[in-house]
C-alpha cells in the first residue's frame, strides 16, 4: 500500500467561483515531500501563504472560501491562477517540491453553437475577446505553451467532455511530462474508458464512486485503467459530507494520489486527518513523484508490479 500525494484545491473559477476565471479548480500537489504527513504541511502552508498574497493584491474578499475551500480571487486569466501559484510556491519556500495541477472542467467553456472554446464565457459579450475564441486544435497548442512555462504536472478534462480528439492530440504532445485525467469524458464508466484507451484519449482516469454508481463498478474501472498503464485519481465532490471512505480506498487501491479540496472545512480536512491516520499505523511509504503509477506500486510502496490491490484481491 501507498500513501496518496494530496492534491489541493487552492483556487476556483468556472461555475465553482463568483470571478471571470474560465477554469474551474487549480492544484498545489506536493510531490517533493518525504511522507504524507509532510505533504499536508507543505500544502497547509503554501495555501496559507497564498491566502495572504490574495489579501494584498485584490482585497479581503477574495479570500472568502468556496465549497471544496479554495479562493476565487479577482482574476481573468488561467495564467494569472499559475502565476499566483507559482508565486505562493516560492514564498512559502518549495520550489521544486510543489508542482501544479488543473481541472479546467472545459465543457464549460465550449460553445456547441460555434464549436469553439470560450475562455470569456462568463462575461458580457460586449467584453468578450475574441483571442479567446479558440478551436480545439488552438486550445491543444495554447496548453502545451502554458505546460513549458509552468510547472504543470496535472490536467483534468483540458478539453470538452466529448472532444476525444482533442484529448488525445494533447495526449501524445504532453503525455510523457503530465497527466491528462478523463472525469466528464469518463463518468467512471469502464464502457468508455475503453473507448478512450482505443483512442489514446488520455493517460489517466478520475474516479468518483458516486458517479457510476456502485463500488464495483468504479473498481472495474480503476482495474481496466491499471491494465493499461494509465493512472487513477481519485476523487471528492463539490458537494460533500464527513464520511472518510474516499481515504480508505484510496490508499486501498494504491492510486497514488487524491483530490479532496483544500486544507480548509471540515469536510475536505476529514479526508486528510483519516489518511495522516492509516500513515501512521501502517507506516505506508508516499508516492511523490511517482503519483501517477496507480496500481503499479511494491508492496513497501515502491515502483513494482506486483499485480493492483484489486486483482491480488479477486484471486487471493
Same mark, same amino acid.
Given at each position: 500500500?501507498?500513501?496518496?500525494?494530496p492534491c489541493?484545491?487552492?483556487?476556483?473559477?468556472?461555475?465553482?467561483g463568483?470571478?471571470?476565471l474560465p477554469?474551474?479548480?487549480?492544484?498545489?500537489i506536493?510531490?517533493?515531500?518525504?511522507n504524507?504527513k509532510? +505533504?499536508?504541511r507543505?500544502?497547509?502552508?503554501?495555501y496559507?501563504?497564498?491566502?495572504g498574497?490574495?489579501?494584498?493584491k485584490?482585497?479581503?474578499?477574495?479570500?472568502?472560501?468556496? @465549497?471544496?475551500g479554495?479562493?476565487? &480571487?479577482?482574476?481573468?486569466? &488561467?495564467?494569472d491562477?499559475?502565476?499566483?501559484?507559482?508565486?505562493?510556491?516560492?514564498?512559502?519556500?518549495?520550489n521544486?517540491?510543489i508542482?501544479i495541477?488543473?481541472?479546467p472542467a472545459a465543457?464549460?467553456?465550449?460553445?456547441?453553437?460555434?464549436g469553439?472554446?470560450n475562455?470569456?464565457?462568463k462575461?458580457?459579450a +460586449?467584453e468578450q475577446?475574441p483571442?479567446n475564441?479558440?478551436?480545439?486544435?488552438?486550445?491543444?497548442?495554447?496548453?502545451?505553451?502554458?505546460?513549458k512555462?509552468?510547472?504543470?504536472?496535472l490536467?483534468e478534462?483540458?478539453?470538452?467532455?466529448?472532444?476525444?480528439?482533442?484529448?488525445?492530440?494533447?495526449?501524445?504532445k504532453?503525455? @510523457?511530462k503530465?497527466e491528462?485525467?478523463g472525469?466528464?469524458?469518463?463518468?467512471?464508466n469502464?464502457?468508455?474508458?475503453?473507448?478512450?484507451?482505443?483512442?489514446?484519449?488520455?493517460?489517466?482516469?478520475?474516479?468518483?464512486v458516486?458517479?457510476?454508481?456502485?463500488?464495483?463498478?468504479?473498481?472495474?474501472?480503476?482495474?481496466?485503467?491499471?491494465?493499461?498503464?494509465?493512472?487513477?485519481?481519485?476523487?471528492?465532490?463539490?458537494?460533500?459530507?464527513?464520511?472518510?471512505?474516499?481515504a480508505?480506498l484510496?490508499v486501498?487501491?494504491?492510486t497514488?494520489h487524491l483530490?479532496?479540496?483544500?486544507?480548509?472545512?471540515?469536510?475536505?480536512?476529514?479526508?486528510?486527518?483519516?489518511?495522516?491516520r492509516?500513515?501512521?499505523?501502517?507506516k505506508?511509504?508516499?508516492?511523490?513523484?511517482?503519483?501517477?503509477?496507480?496500481g503499479?506500486?511494491?508492496?513497501?510502496g515502491?515502483?513494482?508490479s506486483n499485480g493492483?490491490?484489486?486483482?491480488?484481491?479477486?484471486?487471493?
Amino acid at each position: 500500500m501507498v500513501m496518496p500525494v494530496p492534491c489541493f484545491n487552492c483556487i476556483n473559477g468556472g461555475v465553482h467561483g463568483g470571478n471571470y476565471l474560465p477554469f474551474q479548480e487549480f492544484f498545489l500537489i506536493p510531490i517533493g515531500a518525504p511522507n504524507f504527513k509532510e +505533504a499536508m504541511r507543505y500544502g497547509s502552508e503554501t495555501y496559507h501563504t497564498m491566502k495572504g498574497i490574495i489579501k494584498e493584491k485584490y482585497g479581503l474578499d477574495s479570500t472568502a472560501v468556496g @465549497d471544496e475551500g479554495g479562493f476565487a &480571487p479577482k482574476i481573468e486569466s &488561467p495564467e494569472d491562477a499559475l502565476k499566483l501559484l507559482v508565486e505562493a510556491i516560492d514564498k512559502a519556500g518549495y520550489n521544486g517540491k510543489i508542482v501544479i495541477g488543473s481541472d479546467p472542467a472545459a465543457s464549460e467553456t465550449f460553445d456547441k453553437k460555434l464549436g469553439k472554446y470560450n475562455l470569456d464565457f462568463k462575461k458580457p459579450a +460586449a467584453e468578450q475577446d475574441p483571442k479567446n475564441l479558440k478551436t480545439g486544435p488552438q486550445l491543444v497548442d495554447w496548453w502545451v505553451d502554458l505546460a513549458k512555462r509552468y510547472p504543470v504536472y496535472l490536467l483534468e478534462d483540458p478539453c470538452d467532455e466529448n472532444d476525444f480528439d482533442s484529448h488525445a492530440a494533447l495526449t501524445a504532445k504532453l503525455g @510523457d511530462k503530465v497527466e491528462i485525467v478523463g472525469d466528464d469524458l469518463y463518468c467512471t464508466n469502464p464502457k468508455i474508458v475503453q473507448k478512450g484507451i482505443d483512442k489514446k484519449a488520455t493517460n489517466a482516469m478520475l474516479l468518483k464512486v458516486n458517479q457510476i454508481g456502485s463500488i464495483s463498478e468504479s473498481i472495474a474501472a480503476y482495474q481496466l485503467c491499471v491494465d493499461h498503464g494509465w493512472g487513477v485519481f481519485c476523487s471528492h465532490r463539490s458537494g460533500e459530507t464527513e464520511d472518510t471512505f474516499l481515504a480508505d480506498l484510496t490508499v486501498a487501491l494504491g492510486t497514488g494520489h487524491l483530490k479532496t479540496g483544500a486544507p480548509c472545512r471540515s469536510e475536505r480536512n476529514c479526508k486528510y486527518n483519516q489518511l495522516l491516520r492509516i500513515e501512521e499505523e501502517l507506516k505506508c511509504a508516499y508516492a511523490g513523484k511517482d503519483f501517477r503509477k496507480s496500481g503499479r506500486f511494491g508492496p513497501s510502496g515502491s515502483n513494482g508490479s506486483n499485480g493492483s490491490p484489486a486483482k491480488k484481491a479477486r484471486t487471493a
